[in-house]
C-alpha cells in the first residue's frame, strides 16, 4: 500500500494540542482516512516509561543532555514500532508533539546545540519527516492560562519559568520559517471555532493533494 501520511501537532503548553488532535482525527476518518493517534513523549510502553520519568515534579534536578537523550530513547522506540510501520500501512499517523518539540524545549528552552539535536535526529528517524506539522502559536501567557485552568497539578516542565517558554515559542516560530513548506502555523489565542477553521483548511490542503 502507499507511503501514510504523518501529520504533528505543536506548540507551548495549552496551546490547544489535545483538544484540536480529537478534531484532527475526526475530520481526517470524516474523509475516510484510516488514523492512527499517538503522543511523544510515549507511545509505546517504553515511551510511556519515560514520559513519566521526564514529566515527574518530583525529579531531582535532570542535566539537559540526560533529557534530550531520553526524549530520543522514546523516540526511538516509537518511530520503529509504531510510526514507521503504520506509515508503510498506509495510515494517517497524527502525533501530539515529535521532533520539533525538541528543538523548541531541549533547544530554544535549554540552550542545547541544534547540530546536537539534528545529529540524533538523523541517527533516530534516518530521513523520516513530518509531512504536515500544525504550530498552534499563541502568547505564552494566554497558554499557561489555560492550562492553569486544568485541574492537574503543573508537571516537571510546566514549571518552568516565563523565559524558558519565551524561548520555546520563538524556537517553535524560528523552525515554522526555517520550514514554511512543511508548517502550517495557526494562531491559536483565537476561540476555539476559529482555531480548528484554520486546521480544516490545513487538512483539506494536504487531502486534495494527496487524492
Ligand atoms: N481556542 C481555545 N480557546 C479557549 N480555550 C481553549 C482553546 N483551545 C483549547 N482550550 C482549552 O485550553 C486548555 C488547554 O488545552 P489542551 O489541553 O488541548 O492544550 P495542550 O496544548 O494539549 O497543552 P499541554 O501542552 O499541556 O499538553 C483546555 O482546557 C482546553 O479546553
Ligand atoms: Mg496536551
Not at 502568547?139 to 492550562?147: D, I, L, S
Not at 486544568?150 to 517553535?172: G, K, L, M, N, T
Request: net charge negative; with cysteine; charged share 25%.
Amino acid at each position: 500500500m502507499a507511503r501514510g501520511f504523518f501529520l504533528t501537532l505543536e506548540g507551548g503548553e495549552g496551546a490547544g494540542k489535545s483538544t484540536n488532535l480529537r478534531f484532527v482525527q475526526s475530520c481526517l476518518e470524516a474523509a475516510g482516512k484510516p488514523v492512527l493517534m499517538t503522543r511523544e513523549p510515549g507511545g509505546t510502553a517504553l515511551g510511556e516509561a519515560l514520559r513519566a520519568v521526564l514529566l515527574d515534579a518530583n525529579q531531582s534536578p535532570v542535566d539537559p543532555l540526560a533529557e534530550l537523550l531520553m526524549m530520543f530513547a522514546a523516540r526511538a522506540q516509537h518511530v520503529e514500532d509504531v510510526i514507521k510501520p503504520a506509515l508503510a500501512e498506509g495510515y494517517w499517523v497524527v502525533c501530539d508533539r515529535f521532533t520539533d518539540a525538541t528543538y523548541a524545549y531541549q533547544g530554544g528552552g535549554r540552550g542545547l546545540p541544534r547540530d546536537t539535536i539534528a545529529t540524533l535526529e538523523t541517527m533516530v528517524q534516518g530521513d523520516l519527516r513530518p509531512d504536515l506539522t500544525i504550530l498552534l502559536d499563541l502568547p505564552v501567557a494566554v497558554g499557561m492560562q489555560r492550562a492553569g485552568a486544568r485541574d492537574a497539578a503543573p508537571d516537571r516542565i510546566e514549571q518552568e519559568s516565563q523565559d524558558f517558554f519565551e524561548r520555546v515559542r520563538a524556537a517553535y516560530r524560528e523552525r515554522a520559517q526555517q520550514f514554511p513548506q512543511r508548517y502550517c502555523v495557526v494562531d491559536a489565542s483565537q476561540d476555539l471555532p476559529a482555531v480548528q477553521s484554520g486546521i480544516r483548511a490545513a487538512l483539506e490542503t494536504v487531502m486534495a493533494k494527496r487524492s
